[in-house]
């Protein structure tokens, strides 16, 4: 379910805006190589990316390792998605791998099969 990130200074002495975009543009550039059209939000509010392939589409949260995603922003997130009318994806980065989280109901995405997804 994880994929790792190649090179050993990824990710040190950047500041959290780096570090965060950094995965923003590794998560859009994974699915942008599935053919999906991937839209990244200015300033990441209020979702980071959005992803768009053959009439489905859904929402993407990014987090890294130093972030955390709060019980308030997880409600106003699970919000956005049921008003937007898609499934959201929490993206998280821990240890140099991505791992990708249906944020409603918790299951987990292999991100080298992203047909999966709902």
């Known amino acids: ?17 780096e570090t965060g975009r950094r995965l923003e ?7 942008r ?4 059209l991937v839209i990244r939000a ?19 949260e990014c987090k890294t390792d130093r972030s955390f995603l709060g019980k308030d922003r997880k409600k106003e997130l699970l919000g956005l998605a049921e008003q937007a009318g898609m ?11 991505v791992e990708l989280t249906n944020l409603a109901d918790g299951k987990l995405f292999d ?8």
């Open 25 to 31: 543009y590794r998560i859009r550039d994974i699915f």
């Open 1 to 17: 379910m994880f994929l790792r990130e190649q090179g050993s200074n990824i990710g040190k002495n950047l500041s959290n805006y």
């Open 42 to 60: 200015a300033q990441s509010k209020p979702i980071d990316l959005v992803c768009m392939r053959d009439g489905k589409s859904f929402l993407i």
């Open 33 to 36: 190589r599935e053919g999906y």
């Open 87 to 97: 499934p959201i994806i929490l993206a998280k980065r821990r240890r140099r791998r």
């Open 111 to 118: 991100p080298k099969n992203l047909a999966v997804i709902p």
